[in-house]
C-alpha cells in the first residue's frame, strides 16, 4: 500500500527570488576533476578547443551552470596564480600537497579557466590564496583579469594574448581559513578578510561580489566573527572594497564518525542517515541566517555554501588522493533535498556549489579511461529537471499531510521533500519520495491560479544503489503520468524517486 501526502501550493503567494547561482558548481585541481575531465591537452584524440574537452562542456550546457568556482578547495591557498599564464611550454611545475601529491604541469591556468566560462556561458568564481599567498599576489590577480587601460597587469595580460579585460563577478577570499587554508582562528580570519578585501579593486565596469570564508557545518562562530569584522565598518553602507557575502560547507556522509561508507553498498539505515544529514542543513543554513540576521536585518549580505554534496569512500583500485566516488540514485536524492531546502533559504542563501563538477566526490559528470565516453550521473538529472527553477520566484508550500517521518537514526527522516516555484507563466513543483519502499501518492492542492499544459518527469530505478556507466545509463528521467483531482493534480511516485511536474499557469 503506498503512502499518501498531499501539498498546498499558493501559487499566488510569492516569497523570494531563487537565485540561479544556487545551482552553481566546483572545479578544484583534486584527482581527474581540471587534469583528464575538462582539460585534455593539446594532443588529445578527443574533441577539444585548447585543451578544454568539448563534449564534457556540451552536456554541462544542458544544465545552464550558472558559475563555476576555481581553482580550489583546499588547492587554491597554495595555488601561485603567475605560475599558470604564459606560453604553457614555459610554466613552472608544482607539487599538489593537499590532493595525491602528485605534480602539476600548470597547463590549466588562469586563461584556460576563463575560456572554459566562456565556452560553459557561466560566471568565473575565482578563489583567491590567503594560506600562503599575499594580499598583492590576489590584488594583482583582479587587476590582471579586470582591468582595461595600460596598467601593469593589463599589460601583461595582454602580452599573454588576452587583449580586452574579462568580467569575473565572484571573488572568494580564502578556503577553509579554520583548517587547510591556514588554521586560524575566526577573529584572526576575520581580519585578514577585512585587509584582503579592502585591496581587491573594482576596475572599470567589473563589480567583484567579495567572499569572506565562513566555517564548517553549524559553526557558526565564524559567522558571528565575520559580521561582527563587517560592523566595524557599517554594514548597511555597503563601503568599497568590504565583503558583500560569507560562505560554509557542509557534506553528507552516510554514518558517523570518520567512516564515510561505500558509495555503491549500503544498508537501508545508511541510505536514511545520509536522507537525514542532507536534511539537516536546513537546521545550519537556519542557523547561519539567525546569527547573520542580528547583524543584518535587511539581508544585505549574502550566505554561500560554495561545498557540499556526498563524500563516500573512494573507488577501490584509485587513488585515495583523488577522491574518485559513483554516483547513484542515492546521491540524486540527497541532491534534490538540498534544492529544496535551498529555494526556502534563497532569501539570504545567494549561491551554492556542488563538489566537484567531474570525477570528484559528488559529480555530475564522470569520464571514463578506457572507453573514451562521458557518463551523466544521476546527479546530473536532477540538476536538468530542475532547471525551471533558476531566477524563479519559490511561492508557499505547505506539506499539510505526510507519512511519518522515520526517527530511528541520529537524524529524523521526513518521507517527502518538495518546493515550487512560478516563472514566466509556469510553474515548477519538485517531489522526492525518500520512503526506500513504499510508493506515495501525492496531492498537489493547488491554489490561486488556474493551471493547463501539465507534464511530469520521474528520475528513479529499480535499485537505490543504481547508477550509470559507460554503455549502461541505468538512471535516466522518464516521463511521469499526472491526473486531474479536484484540488488540482495528483501524481504516483515510486519509492525511492525524484519528480517534477511542470504547468502553464493564469489568473
Known sequence: MANEARVVIDLDVPLHTISRHVYGHFAEHLGRCIYDGFYVGDDSPLPHEGGIRLDLVDA????????????????????????????????????????????????????????????????????????????????????????????????????NGRDEPWTVPFWGIGNEPWGCGGNMSPEHYAEEARRYATYLRDHGNNSLYRIAAGGPDDDVRWTKSLMEALQCFGCAKEPRGIFQAISFHYYSMATPGDAKGSATSFTDDEYYWAMGKAQDVERVLTAHSNVMDVYDP??????????????????????????YQQNTLRDALVASVHFDVFHRHADRLVMANLAQTVNVLQAVILTDPESGEIVRTPTFHVFEMNRGHHDATAVSTHLVERPAARVDGEFPVELVSVSASVKDGRGLVSLSNLDSTEALDVVLDLRGQQVSDVSGRLLSAARIDDYNRAGDAAVTPTSLSTAAHPRGLSVTIPPHSFATVSFAVTN
Do not use: Q
Open 60 to 159: 554541462l550546457r544542458e544544465l545552464a551552470i550558472p558559475n563555476l568556482r576555481w581553482p580550489g578547495g583546499c588547492f587554491a591557498d597554495e595555488y601561485h596564480w603567475m605560475d599558470g599564464i604564459g606560453p604553457r611550454e614555459g610554466r613552472p611545475r608544482m607539487v599538489n600537497t593537499h590532493w595525491g601529491d602528485v605534480e602539476e604541469n600548470n597547463h590549466f591556468g588562469t586563461h584556460e579557466f576563463m575560456r572554459l566560462c566562456e565556452l560553459l556561458g557561466a560566471d568565473a568564481y575565482v578563489n583567491g590564496n590567503v594560506g600562503s599567498g599575499t594580499v598583492r599576489e590576489m590584488s594583482e590577480w583582479v587587476e590582471y583579469l579586470t582591468r582595461a587601460g595600460a596598467s601593469p597587469m593589463a599589460a601583461l595580460r595582454r602580452e
Open 298 to 323: 535587511g539581508k544585505k549580505v549574502g550566505l554561500v555554501l560554495d561545498e557540499w554534496g556526498t563524500w563516500w569512500d573512494v573507488e577501490e583500485g584509485t587513488n585515495p588522493g583523488f577522491l
